[in-house]
């Protein structure tokens, strides 16, 4: 991929690059709706992800290209006092990361910069973040602006926050930043405390099942959702003082429960048992136990379906396809919920079958198909 990189920018730009780094993409492994209410995530990084070839100039001009927009020429002037939102443009994203490091005061020159994406659209696979983290990797580097990884995450959400205006949390640029070969990330996202566990598959390959349905519901949902729980916490909070909703033992929220309403005992039942999911998780791949993770994997997506409400027919019908289909270890649906996507743990010897068993009969019940990919888990944002 490396020699595809820069025999392209030499194409596009007529000299070698400079240098060529690599940003992933990333998945959440288990641990979904709760890391607003104090609980954890698993995510890992994948090897598909965002290149960015690259190259200082004298012109005085940031230059973007894409191999994925390849009629998409931009030239940005540079500019010490910083830069606005371009109008429904791609390059917004890493003119963000120019535009937070010019404002800090860092001295840029003109660049050339190449960027190359093999994530899946529409995935949720998190490509807006991957581009943010290779391009303040690469600014880091280029100007020698003394960032660690863990700042760099950071940045790239500020970016995505004020600059492109999503309101996203840390999970995504953190485990695009800080992933690891072979591992999955245990998050908590108000601290940042983490550790890695081993994510070793031999018998299994992950499989992303994109429904390919566009998340009209998940703002407004997932805006419904934090505030019952808000609300919950509130209630226990009147004669107790938890810090978060997954800071409630399981023993006590069985035995006061009976204080919120039918709804709030979904989604709270949800959230604290989601957390208790994540942990038993990292114990058990740290046995290697692939086999209990496919059980909490198909565990968690139950209890998004019938606790937190937050799934869909498209991704119920993935959910139960698969948790009838023989060689499946587990499946969920991952992300924000209605749309987006799925993963699941398949046999190897079994992945063709399951292919060909979902692209049947979702386009049969849902009217069109769904995408999967094979994916493996990789490292971070690094230099290549």
């Known amino acids: 991929m490396k020699a595809y990189i820069q025999e392209s920018f030499e194409q596009a730009y007529g000299k070698p690059a400079d240098k060529i780094f690599f940003a992933p993409a990333r998945v959440n492994l288990i641990g979904e709706h709760i890391d607003y209410n104090g609980g954890l995530v698993m995510p890992c990084a994948l090897g598909n992800g965002t290149y960015l070839a690259v190259r200082k100039t004298e012109d005085n001009m940031f230059t973007f290209r894409s191999l994925n927009f390849p ?7 540079v500019n010490t006092k910083g830069y606005t939102k371009q109008d429904s443009l791609w390059i917004n994203y890493p003119l963000g990361c120019i535009d937070y490091f010019t404002r800090e005061g860092a001295t840029l020159s003109g660049l050339e910069l190449l960027f190359y994406g093999n994530i899946p659209n529409g995935g949720g696979l998190s490509s807006s973040a991957s581009i943010e983290l290779v391009t303040t990797f690469a600014l880091n580097t280029l100007f020698d602006l003394g960032k660690n990884q863990v700042e760099l995450v950071k940045i790239s959400q500020q970016v995505e926050n004020k600059f492109v205006g999503v309101n996203c949390g840390i999970m995504d640029q953190f485990a695009i930043g800080m992933g690891k070969e072979d591992h999955a990330i245990i998050l908590d996202c108000q601290t940042l405390e983490y550790t890695y566990t081993p994510f070793v598959l031999k018998d299994d390959t992950l499989l992303i099942i994109n429904t390919n349905k566009e998340r009209k519901l998940a703002d407004s949902k997932y805006n419904e959702r934090r505030a019952t729980c808000e609300a919950a916490l509130e209630i226990f909070n009147k004669t107790e003082n938890f810090k978060d909703l997954c800071s409630i033992p399981a023993e ?81 649906m991952t992300g924000a919920g209605f749309g987006g996507c799925a993963i699941a743990l398949v046999k190897n010897d079994r992945v063709d079958a399951y292919k060909k068993h979902i692209e049947k009969v979702y386009t049969e019940k849902i009217g069109y198909a769904p995408s999967i990919y094979d994916v493996s888990i990789g490292d971070g944002t690094r230099e290549i």
């Open 71 to 77: 009629d998409s020429v931009h030239q940005v002037p």
């Open 252 to 332: 006590y929220f069985e035995a006061n429960k009976h204080l919120l309403t039918p709804e709030m005992q979904q989604r709270v039942k949800h959230v604290i048992y989601e957390n208790l999911r994540v942990k038993a998780s990292e114990k058990a791949l740290k046995l290697g136990d692939i086999e209990k993770f496919g059980e909490l994997m198909s565990a968690s997506h139950k209890s998004l379906m019938e606790d937190y409400e937050v799934t869909g027919k498209e991704l119920d019908t993935i959910y139960l396809e698969s948790v009838n289909f023989e060689g499946v270890t587990g499946v969920r």
